[in-house]
């Protein structure tokens, strides 16, 4: 599978943007798909994650209730909705596919996903 991250932007802090992971290749059914971010200086860390078959999905604390990760079966499609930006919420953001079903507990792992895509930058002023 291939993954193509897209959607960054710079926005301001309250604002809302909504990243986009189109994934191609052999996707089939029983895989995750993650959304992780990095900021300069700073370890990548697992913001959410989705799974295929279920829907099951899984957030960081730092953005429960703001973002939104969501699926399109049909167009083999993750997105991710932000809302309420902060500028901790800065950084490039990459999303990830497993190559097999994920327990939820898992999902926040980087070790979890095989395939990464490109990131897209987000910048939030203040």
């Known amino acids: 599978v291939q993954l193509q991250a897209s959607g960054g932007g710079q926005a301001q802090a309250g604002d809302s943007l909504r990243l986009s992971c189109a994934a191609s290749?052999?996707?089939?059914?029983?895989?995750?798909v993650g959304w992780f971010r990095q900021a300069p200086g700073k370890e990548r860390e697992f913001v959410a994650a989705?799974?295929?078959?279920?829907?099951?999905?899984n957030y960081a604390d730092s953005v429960k209730g703001r973002f939104t990760i969501s699926k399109d079966n049909a167009k083999n499609m993750v997105y991710l909705q932000m809302s309420s930006l902060k500028p901790e919420d800065a950084a490039n953001y990459l999303c990830a596919a497993s190559r097999s079903h994920v327990i939820l507990s898992a999902m926040n792992r980087a070790a979890s996903y095989a395939t990464w895509g490109q990131g897209t930058q987000v910048t939030v002023s203040s």
């Open positions: 989705i799974r295929w078959s279920d829907g099951a999905r």
């Open positions: 290749g052999r996707t089939g059914n029983s895989y995750t």
